[in-house]
T-cell receptor, first 111, second 115 residues
Framework: EDKVVQSPLSLVVHEGDTVTLNCSYEVTNFRSLLWYKQEKKAPTFLFMLTSSGIEKKSGRLSSILDKKELFSILNITATQTGDSAIYLCAVKAGGYQKVTFGIGTKLQVIP | GAGVSQSPSNKVTEKGKDVELRCDPISGHTALYWYRQRLGQGLEFLIYFQGNSAPDKSGLPSDRFSAERTGESVSTLTIQRTQQEDSAVYLC?????????????FGPGTRLLVL
């Protein structure tokens, strides 16, 4: 059974701190790994990673994938209160279109 | 631009009643997913549709759950004889099924409360 594990489960930081969120996975026939930000109901897409070692960057957020060690990290620098959310990692694998989500990391940024 | 839409946004029902949730995917997106998210938990895959292929129903938790899709457009998720444990947010997502374009775009969800 495909598995996606995120850590930490929750995190409280002060504005301006840098955070690193982790996602490890065990899947058959990996295709892609996706990061989402969920503030209310619907997750919004952040990054899709398919190749090892290539950093994807968007403003203060960046992410990288290690397909040998089966994990990805999501970095947020100079955090702001607006970064407070649940960050979800998901993996698409196999010949099926099933996507397996991790439980998420709840990030709270306090002023 | 039009994103994924879902209706109703909120639904309160009594235990034992049937409910029907609707999802309108982004036009041109042939792939459609349903997920369930219980309070404080991660997203749980329910079912996947891709064009006219047989759907992947491997995530449906029981035979009380079913879903249909009309061609490559609207999908409905039906829960029969609802139970309190069905209370959750039901999210729909659509995507293009092509390699490298697998990003899923989520609807706002339907919050279901079974009393």
């Amino acid at each position: 059974e495909d598995k996606v594990v995120q850590s930490p489960l929750s995190l409280v930081v002060h504005e301006g701190d840098t955070v690193t969120l982790n996602c490890s996975y065990e899947v058959t026939n990996f295709r892609s790994l996706l990061w989402y930000k969920q503030e209310k109901k619907a997750p919004t897409f952040l990054f899709m990673l398919t190749s090892s070692g290539i950093e994807k960057k968007s403003g203060r957020l960046s992410s990288i994938l290690d397909k040998k060690e089966l994990f990805s990290i999501l970095n947020i620098t100079a955090t702001q209160t607006g970064d407070s959310a649940i960050y979800l990692c998901a993996v698409k694998a196999g010949g099926y279109q099933k996507v397996t989500f991790g439980i998420g990391t709840k990030l709270q940024v306090i002023p | 631009g039009a994103g994924v839409s879902q209706s109703p946004s909120n639904k309160v029902t009594e235990k034992g009643k049937d409910v029907e949730l609707r999802c309108d995917p982004i036009s041109g997106h042939t792939a459609l997913y349903w997920y369930r998210q219980r309070l404080g938990q991660g997203l749980e895959f329910l079912i996947y549709f891709q064009g006219n292929s047989a759907p992947d129903k491997s995530g449906l938790p029981s035979d009380r759950f079913s879903a249909e899709r009309t061609g490559e457009s609207v999908s409905t998720l039906t829960i029969q004889r609802t139970q309190q444990e069905d209370s959750a947010v039901y999210l729909c997502a659509s995507s293009l099924p092509l390699p490298g374009q697998e990003t899923q775009y989520f609807g706002p969800g339907t919050r279901l409360l079974v009393l």
